[in-house]
């Protein structure tokens, strides 16, 4: 049996209030305006942290959805050349024809063109 949503999100709203209360009443120059300010600062901040993370994620399960290529196709992206080793969800592994290992972003082969010598 599943638990309702509305209990978590009451309990958890009585306890971020309560936290809030909290530091206001220990350190009495700290108002609900500036705490509120530097939790948006913080949010924009790590949103750009975390971009180029959470774009490889998107695009490694929309590549892993979609299924442009496949394990143990050849394929072309930018200046590299190989056999798709694996496909995780952060990256794609690439085998080259020299018998080296290339790991490519999936953002990058999602965004740029491929192509996908043993398509046909």
């Known amino acids: 049996m599943a638990w309702p949503l ?8 009585t306890l971020a209030l309560g936290v809030l209360v909290a530091l206001t009443v220990v350190f009495p120059t ?7 300010g530097a939790l948006g600062v913080r949010g924009v ?7 180029d993370i959470f774009q490889n994620l998107l695009a490694g399960l929309l590549i ?31 085998h080259t024809y020299d018998n080296r290992r290339v790991v490519i972003p ?5 965004t ?9």
């Open 64 to 94: 892993l959805i979609t299924r442009p290529f496949r394990i143990g196709d050849q394929i072309v992206s930018g200046e590299h050349e190989g056999t798709v080793e694996d496909i995780q969800v952060r990256a794609t592994l690439l």
């Open 112 to 120: 740029n063109r491929v192509i996908v010598n043993t398509a046909y």
């Open 6 to 13: 509305e209990p978590i999100l009451t309990r958890f709203q």
């Open 30 to 36: 700290l108002t609900a305006a500036s705490l509120f």
């Open 45 to 51: 901040a790590i949103g750009f942290a975390f971009k």
């Open 106 to 110: 999936n953002s990058e082969l999602y």
